[in-house]
């Protein structure tokens, strides 16, 4: 099942009898599921099940969902900040569907952090261990939140404004990997689209949160436009180019309905076609291109839409690779900002706090 029938089943979206089943049959698969990981924490908690260290400060960048947080972006900055801060940061992470070059988070997070160490290991204490070893004096951990084998001095938990609880319910029903009541163990939450969400949305987030017994700062964030780009040449082309015109997005992201509203807020118009929404981690290789992006948008462009517009993410894939549309439409892709709106200060002073010398 592609990624898009899957959210539009969980979401409810998708209505009828088969749907109403399908939903029924995961749910009784998430029970399952929401067992066997709350054995798992309740090992930990009792400590049969036992935490390491690593051999330096830890600092976790993570969801209580799959994805779709704009967690890419956010490890950028934490690990900018480190940097600012004086310290030796590396990043670990699992390499999810990573290949001998490293997966798509790793290519951006080379063009985002340039030259800063980065180890993909699906056991994510060795790759930290090895990360010390080659220079490391601090580890960011990518997309850890749920990964207990490896200690960590601080737990920054990524809700999205879009969708923060994944519908409420666990995997494969809903889009939580873990109860609700894991928010417990975060050191601060991050509500990533801030600007996207209404005051009152974000004092209900707030406050759920703190429900299920979150006791430290909450911090908003935006992903905000930077630029924008030629896919193949790379040439530099200025956002407001985006205004008014119509566009065919497609990208293999875990929100694309966050892009959408990016891309809506530049003044784009989104082609009648929709989104194509690939798989979260896409390979974008020649035959998803061919058979997939290739096709939606030239029948994009017959349906009016006037630019192709991708992710960084996607675009890491795709650069260099001259695309078979029609001459008068350009493939862009945009890139956009990690800003705090609230907490900044508080978030450096963690940072800072963490990274000591005698801590």
Known sequence: MQQRDFMDLISGRREGFVAACLRLLLRLASFGYAAA???????????????????????????????????????????RTLGELGARPAIVSRGYRAKSSGNDEMKVLAELCPGVLHIQNAHRLAGARQAIV??????VLDDGFSHLRLARDL???????????????????????EPLRSMGRASAVVITRADVAQPERLREIEDVARCYGFAGPVIHAAHQPEKLAELVSGAPVVLSELRGKVV????????PRGFERT?????????????????????????????????????AR????????????????????????????????????????????????????VIAPGN
Do not use: W
Not at 155 to 177: E, K, S, V, Y
Not at 248 to 255: L, M, Q, T, V, Y
Not at 264 to 287: K, R
């Open 134 to 139: 080659e220079g490391a004096g601090c580890i």
């Open 302 to 353: 017959e349906q009016g839409a006037q630019i192709g517009i991708c992710t960084q993410k996607d675009a890491v894939k795709l650069r260099g690779r001259a695309l078979a549309v029609p001459a008068d439409m350009p493939v862009l892709e945009l890139r956009v900002q990690f800003r705090i709106l609230r907490g900044e200060e508080e978030l450096r002073a963690m940072l800072a706090r």
């Open 37 to 79: 990981v709350c054995l798992r924490l309740a090992l930990y908690s009792v400590g049969l099940l036992r935490s390491r260290r690593a051999g330096a400060p830890v600092i976790c960048v993570g969801n209580l969902t799959t994805g779709g947080t704009g967690k890419t972006p956010a490890v950028a900055h934490v690990v």
């Open 248 to 255: 065919a997005p497609f990208c293999g992201i875990g929100n």
């Open 155 to 177: 737990d920054l938990l990524l809700l999205d404004a879009l969708n923060p609880f994944g519908f409420g319910r666990m995997l494969p029903r809903g889009l939580l990997r």
């Open 263 to 299: 891309l809506e807020s530049l003044g784009a118009a989104i082609s009648p076609l929709g989104t194509l929404v690939l798989n979260d981690h896409a390979y974008m290789d020649e035959g998803e291109v061919t058979r997939q992006v290739e096709p939606f948008l030239r029948a």
